[in-house]
């Protein structure tokens, strides 16, 4: 057998197509409604002849498209948005301004004897104002003149969106215009000899996106701890580019990570509600589970769930009824799971004290807090939501978490206890999330490293 080394990447070019985006949220909904089917498609022929090669520009790739597939994906409006540049007429002058360290704008509109009173007028502007007041070094400003008056600006905010302001007859206007850019799917896989960030950055993938991996598959496998050499993994995922430059690596479809011979796999779907995505095995269900094991980044659990513990302030034999998590004063907490705050106050030996409602007659409490978060009493909490952070408040000997876990009124060991997973794709969606994902999965199975074996010489 051919030893396999590293990782191999496929970047499929054919596949592109310049599509206007609208915001970032409607991309990822592309993502879903146009780009799987076609993934599926083109990559279903392309696999045929599978190698490792950057594919050819034939025309494997029928044209995208854009009618909404799913009740999950509502209609987004395509319009065709030129590119937002600057239309200057010949007898304008242009200027990029570029931002240096600590320069405000109105420094620089002086600098270029620009006219401070436009800049006041566009910067009270309600959809330019924060894009305007916030600056920072390395930005540029394309600002359009006419001697002293402005007549233009432009400004990139970010990937997609860009602020443009025209002065018209009766005044400055602002907009917001998003700009075309190009999807392209990846296909990256390795195989891990020394480090998994090793083996994806010899396939050409970002330490981001390996972290992605590792966060989609973190309830599953430790990467700190049970990662071995041998271990496989297959990513597909977006790249966002403009007229040919690559600006950003996207989100991750699917992936696949072979950890100790088990296989996890997840493919990336959009909620139902609020059209946040999530990931779901190929039998539909979370790769979450319903809470964290720990609320917080500790630094070392400086004391165990443990119903004899002599206690270290009042020295007498008190249940200790959670875990003690110790970390930096400050450290963000965050809420376990889903969930209401019932309890947000100073709470006697407990200190400042958060308690979360969760479904399944679960509470979770937060104490020792050094402040807490802006939630109150009534709000709804996501899981990974800042609550508050990390403190000595109460009866403590040095800053940490105290964390309970409650089911049903009774404590149960935090470190220990079943956790339930998360909610599954509703069986509403169950047939559409199949049908979406059932060529990634195929595609995992094409691109699936074959097992390392050693070199014999
Ligand atoms: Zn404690």
Redesign the pocket.
């Known amino acids: 057998m051919k030893p396999y080394f590293g990782g191999i990447r496929h970047n499929y070019k054919n596949r592109t197509k310049k599509i206007p985006v609208a915001t970032k949220r409607h991309w990822s909904l592309f993502l879903c409604g146009l780009f799987i089917p076609i993934l599926a498609i083109t990559l279903f022929f392309a696999f045929e002849s599978d190698n490792a090669q950057v594919i050819s520009e034939t025309a494997y790739m029928p044209e995208p498209s854009v009618e909404p597939l799913s009740p999950l994906l509502p209609p987004t409006q395509i319009e065709d948005i030129q590119p937002a540049l600057i239309q200057n007429n010949t007898q304008d002058k242009s200027v990029t301004l570029r931002v240096g360290q600590g320069e405000t704008l109105e420094e620089l509109f002086r600098r270029h004897n620009l006219s401070l009173g436009d800049l006041s007028v566009m910067a009270r502007l309600p959809q330019a104002a924060d894009h305007l007041r916030i600056l920072l070094p390395g930005d540029e400003i394309l600002v359009g003149h006419e001697e002293e008056r402005v007549i233009s600006l432009a400004r990139e905010i970010d990937e997609i969106n860009l602020l443009k302001i025209t002065k018209e007859a009766q005044g400055f206007t602002a907009e917001i215009i998003k700009r075309e850019v190009e999807l392209r799917l990846v296909n990256a896989h390795g195989n891990i000899q020394r480090s998994l960030f090793e083996a994806a950055q010899e396939a050409g993938v970002a330490d981001a996106i390996t972290m992605n991996m590792a966060g989609i598959f973190q309830w599953d496998i430790d990467f700190i701890q049970d990662v071995r050499i041998g271990d496989r993994f297959t990513i597909i995922y977006e790249e966002l580019w403009r007229d040919g430059i690559k600006l950003t690596d996207g989100n991750i479809i699917a992936a696949e990570f072979i950890n100790q011979g088990t296989p996890f796999r997840a493919a990336r779907f959009l909620g139902v509600t609020d059209g946040t995505a999530d990931y779901f095995t190929p039998e539909g269900l979370s790769v979450r589970k319903a809470f964290t094991r720990a609320p917080v980044d500790f630094t070392r659990i400086s004391?165990n769930f443990d119903p004899n513990r002599r206690h270290p302030v009042l020295n007498t034999i008190r249940a200790?009824r959670?875990?003690?998590y110790a970390a930096p004063t400050g450290t963000p907490i965050k809420a376990a799971g889903d969930g209401k705050v019932i309890f947000r106050s100073a709470r006697n030996g407990y200190g400042n004290t958060v308690i979360l409602q969760h479904g399944g007659n679960i509470t979770t409490l937060y104490?020792?807090m050094s402040r807490f978060a802006s939630i109150r009493v009534g709000s709804r909490v996501t899981q990974g939501q800042t609550i508050g952070f990390v403190g000595m408040s109460g009866l403590a000997t040095g800053p940490?978490l105290?964390y309970e876990y409650r089911v049903n009124d009774i404590h149960r060991n935090p470190r220990t206890v079943a956790l339930p997973p998360a909610d599954p794709i509703s069986s509403e969606y169950r047939e559409e999330f199949d049908n979406l994902t059932a060529p990634l999965w195929q595609q995992l199975d094409v691109h699936r490293p074959p097992e390392f074996t050693a070199v014999s010489n």
């Open positions: 004391s200790h959670g875990v003690d104490a020792h940490h105290h």
